[in-house]
């Protein structure tokens, strides 16, 4: 039974950049067969992905988030780690990591979460 | 704005039976599969429904998925005072802005 837990700190400064870990046990970063996700969700508000990373290093982001989002993955450490830049109180959410299956082909896309971090709330404020 | 349009909010009484519509696309629900998450208070989302109308392991069959043309539905019977949750609907939008999209979640209440 896989298990994710988030790690970072929990306030940031507005303009400066949010961090945060993602330790991945109970199975391996590196089987290939999932897209390690970071998702996060406003107070009070939906769900909103933010990007993927595999083990081998490639990254998928969302379009709207692109030009601020680093994922990076340590597979001898088995975690993947999340950068926001210029974050702004706009960013400030609960931070999930996640197990995501993905597979695609030239006619569908299948993509869903199928374990979940328990989250991790980020503040943005001065 | 969500890109999946979801109600805000749904009811029925114990025992009953509910269901949530999510509607899309072309380009999201209506060429990809559709993932269904419940969000209890307080805790992370957890996966109903993948593949459209396929339950994970421990998942039991009072939920149920659907899909037709740019809608889906998630069906739950047997209501339980339990049950009362915010759910989420999932999938992949392959238009020009692609990426993993949500609908803006649906609180059920059982009454």
């Known amino acids: 039974q896989v298990q994710l837990q988030e790690s970072g700190p929990g306030l940031v400064k507005p303009s400066q950049t949010l961090s945060l870990t993602c330790t991945v046990s109970g199975g391996s970063i590196s089987s290939g067969d999932y897209y390690w996700t970071w998702i996060r969700q406003p107070p009070g508000k939906g769900l909103e992905w933010i990007g993927y990373?595999?083990?081998?290093?490639?990254?998928y982001y969302n379009p709207s988030l692109k030009s601020r989002v680093i994922i990076s993955v340590d597979t001898s450490k088995i975690q993947f780690s999340l950068k926001l830049s210029s974050v702004t109180a706009a960013d400030t959410a609960v931070y999930y990591c996640?197990?995501?299956?993905?597979?695609?082909?030239?006619?569908?896309?299948?993509?869903?979460?199928?374990?979940w971090g328990q989250g991790t709330l980020v503040t943005v404020s001065s | 704005q969500s890109v999946l349009t979801q109600p805000p909010s749904v009811s029925a009484a114990p025992g009953q039976k509910v269901t949530i519509s999510c509607s899309g696309s072309?380009?999201?629900?209506?060429?990809?599969?559709v993932s269904w998450y419940q969000q209890l208070p307080g805790t992370a989302p957890k996966l109903l429904i993948y593949d459209n109308n396929k339950r994970p392991s421990g998942i039991p069959d009072r939920f149920s998925g659907s899909k037709s043309g740019t809608s889906a539905t998630l069906g739950i019977t047997g209501l339980q005072t339990g049950d009362e949750a915010d759910y989420y609907c999932?999938?992949?939008?392959?238009?020009?802005?692609?990426?993993?999209?949500f609908g803006g979640g649906t609180k059920l209440t059982v009454l």
């Open positions: 999932g999938t992949w939008d392959s238009s020009l802005s692609a990426g993993a999209v």
């Open positions: 996640a197990r995501g299956y993905y597979e695609s082909s030239g006619y569908y896309a299948k993509y869903y979460f199928d374990s």
């Open positions: 990373i595999y083990y081998s290093a490639s990254t």
């Open positions: 072309s380009s999201n629900i209506g060429n990809n599969y």
